[in-house]
């Protein structure tokens, strides 16, 4: 069953002579658990897609179905709300909030959708995670790794059934790198969560379960690599 | 941490740095609007305190109705106290005397004595017919005492009284006569047997909180009174708020028309250092965005922090206008004294305190409103990008520019709303000092006893005849103690000629040292025709007033004379009569009038004057059989008055500039701060520090311009507005354009610039290129 669905995704900055064409007639389909790898070049349109895809800016022409729902038919507050329950995000600088403790930053979303955390699966995450000992430390006495681990506990803790992911790694040494990569996909298969990652890193690429590439706004997939 | 808004607090613990300038421009205004109103209130506790002991506690006055409907009136739920009073020889130009003093005589009930007028200092109110108050001044004069027989002397009798009390009456040292208080069946005895008519006034007082002016007009129509019989204590009603008097009226006007300018500058003030530390934090908002905060929460979220911010800046503030104003009260009580000295202390005005913290709080929602939008707006593709892009649609014209001012100028107009409050905040500062300016001048002018000609004496003859005579004047002047004596002869009623439908005046001479204060205290601006009235046959001067028709270049028939009018006075003492005055030299005065004596002699006394000084003057006026009148007490509160008011206004003018500079220098830091890191981008390319300072400085150049050009064409209409309503319409003095103030206020404006170029600049010289490319 697919989880996602892109139908004809195009997307246009500017018009006339100075029209940039950042996404050209895309379209594919993500099954439910998938975890895809997003490749390309710097300026070939990596960014844009994922911002279509969860949401964040709008797309020229086209649709993007996620669990059944064309978001961008919905109002702005309902994909808000869409957004907070259904999609976890990870962002390269990992964008903590630095004044909060690894737990407070794990559990804010949860906060931000008027719930109480849920004590049993927050422990669960904070040892899937390897930050057991460090729920109350603040971003700044964390190392890259151990930031970026937060930030996947943020994106996971509202059990959202996608996470998109710009280059998670894009921070970090090669080892921290791996742990963070194993960590996301062993969290992703034992909650069933679909992952759809941009990343240089051609090891990353080729540990993905599909690999799709960007070029000139053109999305060419690479197929499943297990397959 | 229960709720997402949890993370306010800890924000602003961590984020202290960055949340100071905020917190202060909150802290700036609460204590501003605190110290105002609390000054205000303690400004209305004093005026109540002087307005009872001077003018009574009492709002109306009823003069022409029976008894029976005094007691009716006094029968309403809206009236607090009623009172009743009759006199005799009140103005003392009748033959009433208490052992050899001029007497005035008195029936009052005994609420009058002990409630409406606090007045006896002694003893107690006459109970039964044969006791009586009398003046306080009698004990130095006769040497009497509570208990002591006194006898009143009246054209057609005698009466004996027994002295129960003392009481203090102002008016009674002015005129240098004594008072004599009956209860009033005693008063009526003798009314009676002098043969003279009642003459009842009946004074209410109203209950605190009501609409007086509502009841006012209630009393008038249901009991037919007619204006002219109904009297207002202007002080007490104006302390109610309900006061028709139009320069109370105006007083309101413009402490609100301040207190929105303070509202105004303090939004502002507020909105900008927010504006900044919205801009500062955009991925910050990007990411909650992005983590599913829907707009709404932002603005909450940017609302509570606002908020916050208030629970630090509004205790400190209102603790802080508490301090200022004790120090000022302090500083008017003890450093003018005479009328302030009744002002409170240590006085809580919780007037103040909640005007403050609801001001505070009203301009933080305010301020906050269009941050708080702004950080809502934020996308969250922010947050995934990692960087904010600004948006800029124009290239800068380095044409006829260094490239570095271009892109200054090109940073000041890049945002509206940025480029709008700047110029608000500079231009506000500008308003304020205007505004203010001309509520200065009126305090110049409306206490201008304080200038030379004032005296601290006055002989007058009961009538105002002209029969001070030259001789006396001389022999006043040499006596010891007396620094200079000077006349003026007079002549009311005065017939003329129907012109401009007039058809009386009142005559007045002018001696030569009153010619000279005229031009040296600007009486009036015209020296040219005050040199010709006073060595030019028939010429006259006139005194502006709102009922006077008569201008410069009138001619009027005064006598056998065509007089033309060469001079108008605006700003003088003399005048205000019934009739126009025209106001001529002494040898004209003596022609027209045929008169060479005076009708009032001023006397300006040594400042080591002592009081046998003063008795031995007081002989002088009581042998030639004169009234001598002392005004040094009501110089004194004058002086008092003049002073605290002066404090006031410059303390005022002080604070406002400290608010635009401390507005201008944060105002254009933050500007800095939120673009550090293109600055240090741009260091990193090879801009120089000076470079750097210019182009700050190019940015600041365009807010100073544009707050000018604003602030000078609001700004002066205001000033005009304000000088028209307060100063020309009483005193006449025609409208200027304050270039002064202009010029002031643009020298101000230009050092708070360059003193806010200095700071950041200096803040971004002293980091390292990587430092400042990193920064946040």
């Given at each position: 069953m ?5 139908i ?18 895309v379209s594919?389909t993500?099954?439910?658990?998938e975890?895809?790898a997003?490749?390309g ?8 897609l994922?911002?279509?895809l969860?949401g ?5 022409d ?11 038919s919905m ?17 390269q600088s ?5 004044e ?9 979303p ?8 849920d ?10 995670l390897?930050?057991?000992?460090r ?6 006495q ?6 970026q ?8 803790i509202?059990?959202?059934s ?22 996301l ?8 969560q679909?992952i ?26 690479f197929?499943r690599?297990?397959? | 941490m229960?709720s ?6 800890i924000?602003?613990?961590?984020r202290?740095?960055q ?5 202060i421009?909150?802290?700036l205004?609460?204590?501003l ?13 004093l005026e109540?305190a002087?307005?009872k002991?001077k003018?009574?506690s009492w709002?109306?006055l009823?003069?022409?109705i ?27 130009k009748?033959?009433?005397?208490i052992g050899g ?13 002990t409630?409406t007028?606090?007045?006896?200092t ?10 009586a108050?009398?003046?306080?001044n009698?004990?130095?004069?006769m040497?009497v005492?509570i ?5 009143l002397n009246t ?5 004996e009284y ?6 203090h ?23 009676i ?31 037919n009174?007619?204006?002219e ?14 006061s028709e ?6 007083m ?8 929105l300018?303070?509202?105004?500058a ?5 909105a900008g250092s ?7 934090r ?11 905060a829907s707009?709404?929460?932002i603005?909450r979220?940017v609302?509570?922090e ?6 630090i800046?509004?205790?400190?503030g209102s ?18 004294g ?6 409170p202390l ?10 403050g913290?609801?001001v ?13 939008k702004?950080?809502s ?9 990692g ?15 260094k490239?570095?001012?271009a ?9 509206k ?12 500062s ?14 110049r ?11 601290d004496l ?5 009538d ?27 002549k ?5 000629d129907?012109?401009?439908?007039i ?13 000279e ?18 060595k ?10 709102k ?23 605006t ?26 004596g005076?009708?009032v002699?001023?006397?300006q006394?040594?400042?080591n ?8 003057i ?6 030639n059989?004169?009234?001598?009148s ?7 509160e004058i ?5 605290a008011f ?6 005022f ?15 254009i ?16 390319v ?13 940015e600041t150049a ?5 707050g000018l ?19 020309t ?12 103030e ?8 230009l ?22 490319a990193?920064?946040?």
């Open positions: 697919d989880l996602l669905e892109a004809s995704v195009s997307k246009t900055y500017g018009g006339g002579d100075t029209a940039v064409h950042a996404l050209k007639d594919f993500v099954p439910k658990g975890f895809t997003v490749v070049e710097s300026g070939s349109g990596k960014t844009t994922l911002n279509m969860g964040l800016d709008t797309p020229t086209g649709k993007v179905i996620i669990d059944g729902k064309d978001i961008f109002k702005e507050s309902s994909l808000t709300i869409f957004r907070r329950r259904n999609i976890g995000f990870i962002f990992f964008n903590l909030i630095p909060l403790t690894v737990e407070q930053n794990i559990i804010f949860v906060l931000l959708d008027y719930r109480k955390p004590k049993a699966y927050l422990e669960e995450l904070l040892k899937v390897g930050l057991e000992d729920r109350c430390y603040l971003p700044c964390l190392s890259g790794g151990q930031q681990r937060t930030a996947i506990g943020r994106a996971l509202t059990r959202p996608l996470i998109l992911a710009d280059e998670p790694t894009g921070n970090l040494d090669s080892r921290n790198s791996s742990e963070v990569i194993s960590l996909k062993n969290a992703s298969k034992k909650y069933e679909t759809i990652m941009i990343t240089h890193n051609r090891a990353i690429s080729q540990s993905a379960d599909r690999v799709l590439q960007v070029s000139d706004g053109i999305l060419t997939d197929g690599c297990r397959e | 229960r997402y808004l949890s993370l306010i607090p924000s602003v613990r961590v202290r740095k949340s100071l300038m905020t917190v421009c909150i802290t205004s609460v204590f609007v605190t110290a105002i109103f609390s000054m205000a209130d303690m400004g209305i506790r109540e002087n307005a002991q003018h009574g709002h109306i009823i003069r022409d029976s008894d029976e409907e005094a007691e009716e009136i006094s029968a309403r739920p809206d009236v607090a106290a009623f009172s009743v009073q009759d006199a005799i020889n009140y103005n003392i009748e033959d009433y005397y003093k001029k007497a005035a005589v008195a029936g009052m009930n005994k609420t009058f004595l409630d007028f606090d007045y006896i002694e003893g107690r109110f006459p109970e039964t017919d044969n006791e108050v009398i003046s306080e009698a004990k130095d004069i040497g005492n208990g002591d027989s006194i006898t054209p057609l009798g005698k009466y027994t002295i129960s009390g003392f009481e009456d102002a008016n009674t040292y002015m005129y240098d006569a004594v008072l004599l208080c009956l209860n009033m069946s005693a008063f009526d005895n003798v009314r047997s002098e043969g003279k008519s009642p003459a009842r006034e009946y004074c209410y007082r109203f209950n605190k909180y009501i609409n007086v002016r509502k009841s006012i007009n209630e009393i008038k129509e249901q009991f009174i007619p204006d019989n109904i009297g207002e204590n202007v002080v007490m009603v104006g302390l109610t708020g309900f008097n139009s320069v109370l009226q105006g309101y006007i413009t402490a609100g028309v301040l207190s300018l303070i509202l105004i303090g939004v502002l003030m507020i927010m504006n900044s530390n919205i801009t500062q955009t991925e910050f908002f990007g990411m909650l965005r992005c983590i599913g707009k709404k929460q603005i979220f609302r509570l606002a908020l916050n911010w208030c629970k800046a509004v205790p400190i603790g802080l206008g508490i301090i200022v104003t004790w120090i000022l009260c302090a500083a008017l009580k003890f450093g003018i005479g009328e302030l000295s009744s002002i240590f006085g809580i005005s919780l007037t103040g305190i909640v005007c913290i609801f505070g709080i009203i301009t933080v929602l305010i301020a906050a409103r269009s941050p708080a702004k950080a707006k934020v996308s969250p593709v922010t947050a995934v990008s960087n904010v892009k600004v948006k800029t649609h124009r290239s800068i014209s380095a044409k006829f520019l490239t570095e001012t892109l200054g100028i090109s940073h000041a107009s890049a945002s709303k940025n480029l709008l409050l700047m110029t608000g905040s500079f231009a506000l500008i308003i304020l000092f205007l505004s203010f300016s001309a509520i200065h001048d009126w305090t002018h409306a206490l201008n006893d304080l200038q030379p000609h004032t005296p006055s002989f007058a003859s009961a105002l005849s002209c029969n001070i005579t030259g001789e006396l004047a001389d022999n006043v002047n040499s006596m010891r103690g007396v620094k200079r004596a000077f006349g003026r002869g007079f009311g009623d005065l017939a003329i129907d012109y401009k439908g058809n009386k005046v009142d005559l007045v001479s002018l001696d030569d040292i009153q010619f204060w005229a031009d040296e205290e600007k009486w009036t601006k015209d020296s040219v025709g005050l040199e010709r009235a006073y030019e046959k028939n010429c006259v001067i006139t005194v502006f007033d009922d006077n028709p008569l201008e410069k270049g009138d001619k009027i028939k005064l006598g056998d004379d065509i007089a033309e009018i060469v001079c108008v006075f700003d003088s003492p003399i005048g205000g009569g019934g009739n126009p005055t025209i106001l001529c030299n002494e040898k004209m005065f003596a022609r027209l009038t045929g008169e060479t005076y009708a002699l001023d006397i006394l040594e400042k004057a002592t009081e046998s000084n003063i008795s031995a007081r002989s002088q006026a009581e042998a059989g004169f009234l001598l002392d005004r040094r007490e009501n110089n004194r002086e008092g008055t003049y002073y002066t404090i006031l206004v410059y303390g003018i002080g604070i406002i500039a400290m608010i635009a500079l401390f507005n201008i220098m944060n105002s830091s933050m500007s800095v701060s939120a673009r550090i890191k293109q600055y240090g981008a741009m260091r990193s090879g801009m120089s520090a000076r470079q750097l300072t210019d182009m700050i400085a190019a365009v807010y100073t311009f544009c050009v604003v602030g000078l064409v609001a700004g002066i209409p205001i000033n005009k507005l304000f000088f028209e309503s307060f100063v319409a009483y005193f006449g003095t025609a409208w200027e354009p304050p270039l002064a202009v010029f002031i206020s643009a020298v101000f404006v050092i708070a610039s360059i003193l806010a170029v200095y700071a950041p600049s200096n803040r971004i010289k002293n980091m390292s290129v990587a430092d400042t990193r920064s946040e």
